[in-house]
């Protein structure tokens, strides 16, 4: 299993749709995860923590399922403005050790 | 206002000659990173410091090398000896390794 595994998309959603992506990660032991949003040609900009309670954050909702090592965000109402790559981000090693991952992302595009 | 800032936003390089790229950030992080990221591709690490006067190698630092004389800066040497240098370079700090990132707005290398 790859570090951090994410479907590349794209996916193509009309406004007001709910859309949900999931990221696989492969060491059970990583302790950090995160969502970023990367516009194109531009940086990754933190989009939301995930925690072991799930969280939500407006229209965002993230969530973490250790048994299964994956992590999901679901987006609700989708506006043209959520068009964008979403990257899958976990901590490479378990603990406070060890860097952060960036999967590739999931291409997300809003259409009217 | 706190951030991080990268310069130039845009750099022509010729082959056999080596450029510096800058990253600044006045956000106190006592970590800073260097990723690379290609079209259509994920942030590779180049290199990354958690201290002043430290730096580990990333997963493609060949071709690479750093420095980090102060807590604020931590600029990056495309040598000529990397082979294929033409990407979209990412500088990004937090305050520890595990911890959430914020980054730069990129420099642009393009090899002539």
């Known amino acids: 299993r790859k570090e951090v595994e994410q479907d590349p998309g794209p996916f193509n959603v009309p406004e007001g749709a709910t859309v949900a992506f999931n990221c696989t990660y492969s060491?059970?032991?990583?302790?950090?995860f995160f969502w970023y949003r990367q516009d194109c040609r531009k940086e990754p900009k933190l989009l939301m923590s995930?925690?072991?309670s799930g969280n939500e954050d407006g229209r965002f909702t993230a969530q973490l399922n250790r048994a299964s090592q994956y992590i999901s965000l679901l987006i609700r109402d989708s506006k043209l403005s959520d068009s964008a790559t979403y990257l899958c981000?976990?901590?490479?090693?378990?603990?406070?050790?060890?860097?952060?991952?960036f999967g590739k992302g999931t291409k997300l595009s809003v259409k009217p | 206002d706190g951030g991080i800032t990268q310069s130039p936003k845009y750099l022509f390089r010729k082959e056999g000659q080596n450029v510096t790229l800058s990253c600044e950030q006045n956000?106190?992080?006592?970590?800073m990173y260097w990723y690379r990221q290609d079209p259509g591709q994920g942030l590779r690490l180049i290199y990354y410091?958690?201290?002043?006067?430290?730096?580990q190698k990333g997963d493609i630092a060949e071709g690479y090398s750093v420095s980090r004389e102060k807590k604020e800066s931590f600029p990056l040497t495309v040598t000529s000896a990397q082979k294929n240098p033409t990407a979209f370079y990412l500088c990004?700090?937090?305050?520890?390794?595990?911890?959430?990132?914020?980054f730069g707005p990129g420099t642009r290398l393009t090899v002539l």
């Open positions: 995930v925690y072991s």
């Open positions: 981000v976990v901590n490479r090693y378990g603990g406070s050790q060890g860097n952060l991952i």
């Open positions: 060491n059970s032991a990583s302790q950090s």
């Open positions: 990004a700090s937090s305050t520890g390794t595990v911890n959430e990132q914020f």
């Open positions: 410091s958690q201290i002043v006067n430290d730096f």
């Open positions: 956000l106190n992080h006592d970590a």
